[in-house]
């Protein structure tokens, strides 16, 4: 989902939707849709019958590579080095 869906669906202009959002929430709309993404990612992760580019499409990033290095980013870990801090292997 993008910002511009959101602002049309609420009514407003995308700008505007995304400054009332920034000031509401302290962070703008792609990193919040990105925190809600890795978290769910996470969740996926915890489960070893979901293989890390299922996860990745499941959360929306057809680019597995580009999953990969913002999950890395989010996190400090990459996919695999997450499911082996969790002991799953």
């Given at each position: 989902?993008?910002?511009?869906?959101?602002?049309?669906?609420?009514?407003?202009?995308?700008?505007?939707?995304?400054?009332?959002?920034?000031?509401?929430?302290?962070?703008?709309?792609?990193?919040?849709?990105?925190?809600?993404?890795?978290?769910?990612?996470?969740?996926?992760?915890?489960?070893?019958?979901?293989?890390?580019?299922?996860?990745?499409?499941?959360?929306?990033?057809?680019?597995?590579?580009?999953?990969?290095k913002v999950f890395k980013k989010?996190?400090?870990?990459?996919?695999?080095?997450?499911?082996?801090?969790?002991?799953?292997?």
């Amino acid at each position: 989902i993008t910002l511009e869906e959101v602002a049309k669906y609420i009514g407003f202009n995308p700008s505007y939707f995304s400054q009332l959002f920034k000031h509401s929430t302290n962070e703008t709309f792609v990193q919040f849709r990105t925190r809600i993404r890795m978290e769910k990612a996470k969740r996926l992760l915890e489960n070893p019958s979901n293989r890390i580019t299922d996860v990745s499409a499941a959360i929306g990033y057809a680019d597995h590579p580009y999953f990969t290095k913002v999950f890395k980013k989010q996190t400090g870990y990459l996919p695999s080095e997450y499911r082996q801090k969790l002991g799953i292997d």
